[in-house]
């Protein structure tokens, strides 16, 4: 894995602005940024980052099977209990999943380690299925990149898979999003240009002009019944909504489904590690309570929790990640060092949430940034990547988007 210094294409302005990338650059400062890329090989790929997403993946719908046999688990979760039954229900009607974008750590070499797992509503796909494509495509063309250069980029075409599987020829699928935020509609609009690809009709409302009829159904922005709906809205909000108590009743189908709640959580990172402890792909991590409870003499913790915890305790004691059940974009996340936080940041609404602690492993840094891998998973394989790196050892809300190559 290398970090190679490359032109930037003369036209990109002008390439961003016609296919509708208006947010290529944020706040006068640039999102995609191509003055250089990651260059990765075969093997680094297959093995370190393919198979083990994969697997990952796999590992996460073994934990949502016992996160939803268990209301104590729910709980700990933060699902409401008037919700269970929902999430339970979801899960044994076996309702399908489209996509979710694992965050890895990897710098080229060991074992992939999971920071965390988007699953209900991971965004930079715009850009990791389609933007980046084109960036390879121009870049061999003006002989930048060697003949032959390819890139881990099978998602769109993963994503017209999965929905050809799912549903049969002119199914209508509705897509909403909160209205005025440029990268999601870049995302549903990606999910919805699949979904049409697939056969599909593909229809858009904002969410706030979604409706509910006397009956209990969903309605669109011109009043037609939504028998399914990809939304990109997180699951732990919607339950939280007057709406949610139609939902049960409602006939919709819901993308990403109900028992993601259990999974775009990073609650399921400690139940994975205590499933799966010492997984090479894992990182120790624990509900926060625990870890206090572990650390005082008699203290309540269940025994197969304190085991798991003496087994990396001193790597919690070296250096630890305090962080939100739910957030997004990197916000309430502190990192811990021989005792004493020496980064964080801005937590905003999320710091009413109960807290998970996971061992830190840092992220490698490449002429002063710090890439995080996304993964991304259509289905149950893992079919692409795209990378965001940050100055901070936080990866947060400006993180810069860069694109990425395979050559051996």
């Given amino acids: 894995m290398q970090k190679i210094a490359l032109p930037v294409r003369p036209d990109l302005a002008a390439k961003a602005k016609d296919v509708g990338f208006t947010f290529a650059n944020m706040h006068g400062e640039p999102y995609w940024d191509e003055s250089s890329a990651y260059r990765f090989t075969l093997a680094q790929i297959e093995q370190d980052i393919e198979d083990p997403a994969t697997q990952l993946h796999a590992m996460t719908r073994e934990a949502v099977a016992a996160i939803v046999g268990s209301e104590r688990l729910m709980a700990r979760l933060g699902i409401p209990p008037e919700h269970f039954d929902l999430i339970a229900d979801s899960w044994a009607r076996n309702e399908p999943e489209i996509y979710g974008r694992m965050d890895l750590a990897y710098g080229g070499s060991g074992p992939a380690k999971l920071l965390e797992y988007n699953a209900d509503t991971p965004t930079s796909l715009y850009e990791s299925a389609a933007f980046q494509w084109q960036w390879l495509e121009d870049q061999i063309a003006a002989g930048h990149l060697p003949e032959g250069a390819d890139q881990f980029n099978g998602i769109h075409e993963a994503l017209v898979e999965r929905f050809r599987d799912l549903f049969a020829p002119d199914t209508d699928i509705h897509f909403t999003a909160i209205p005025g935020n440029p990268e999601d509609y870049a995302t549903v609009e990606s999910m919805a240009w699949a979904a049409r690809e697939a056969g599909m009709g593909a229809h858009y409302s904002d969410l706030d002009k979604i409706g509910a009829s006397e009956g209990g159904q969903f309605l669109d922005a011109?009043?037609?019944?939504?028998?399914?709906?990809?939304?990109?809205?997180?699951?732990?909000?919607?339950?939280?909504?007057?709406?949610?108590?139609?939902?049960?009743?409602?006939?919709?189908?819901?993308?990403?489904?109900?028992?993601?709640?259990?999974?775009?959580?990073?609650?399921?990172?400690?139940?994975?590690?205590?499933?799966?402890?010492?997984?090479?792909?894992?990182?120790?991590?624990?509900?926060?309570?625990?870890?206090?409870?572990?650390?005082?003499?008699?203290?309540?913790?269940?025994?197969?929790?304190?085991?798991?915890?003496?087994?990396?305790?001193?790597?919690?004691?070296?250096?630890?990640?305090?962080?939100?059940?739910?957030?997004?974009?990197?916000?309430?996340?502190?990192?811990?060092?021989?005792?004493?936080?020496?980064?964080?940041?801005?937590?905003?609404?999320?710091?009413?949430?109960?807290?998970?602690?996971?061992?830190?492993?840092?992220?490698?840094?490449?002429?002063?940034?710090?890439?995080?891998?996304?993964?991304?998973?259509?289905?149950?394989?893992?079919?692409?990547?795209?990378?965001?790196?940050?100055?901070?050892?936080?990866?947060?809300?400006?993180?810069?988007?860069?694109?990425?190559?395979?050559?051996?």
């Fill in 222 to 408: 011109e009043g037609r019944v939504i028998g399914t709906l990809f939304k990109l809205y997180p699951w732990e909000d919607l339950l939280a909504d007057d709406y949610a108590r139609h939902i049960a009743g409602s006939g919709c189908l819901f993308l990403e489904p109900a028992w993601k709640a259990v999974v775009s959580n990073k609650g399921l990172l400690p139940v994975l590690w205590q499933m799966f402890p010492g997984h090479p792909n894992l990182l120790p991590a624990f509900f926060a309570d625990d870890v206090a409870d572990a650390l005082v003499s008699g203290g309540r913790t269940a025994p197969d929790v304190a085991r798991a915890f003496d087994m990396a305790a001193a790597t919690l004691r070296r250096g630890h990640v305090v962080k939100p059940l739910f957030s997004r974009e990197g916000a309430g996340i502190s990192i811990v060092e021989a005792g004493e936080v020496s980064e964080s940041s801005p937590a905003g609404d999320y710091d009413r949430h109960p807290r998970i602690v996971q061992a830190y492993h840092a992220l490698p840094e490449f002429d002063g940034f710090r890439p995080v891998i996304g993964a991304w998973i259509a289905g149950h394989d893992c079919v692409g990547m795209g990378l965001r790196e940050d100055r901070s050892r936080i990866t947060q809300d400006l993180s810069r988007f860069k694109p990425h190559f395979i050559a051996d």
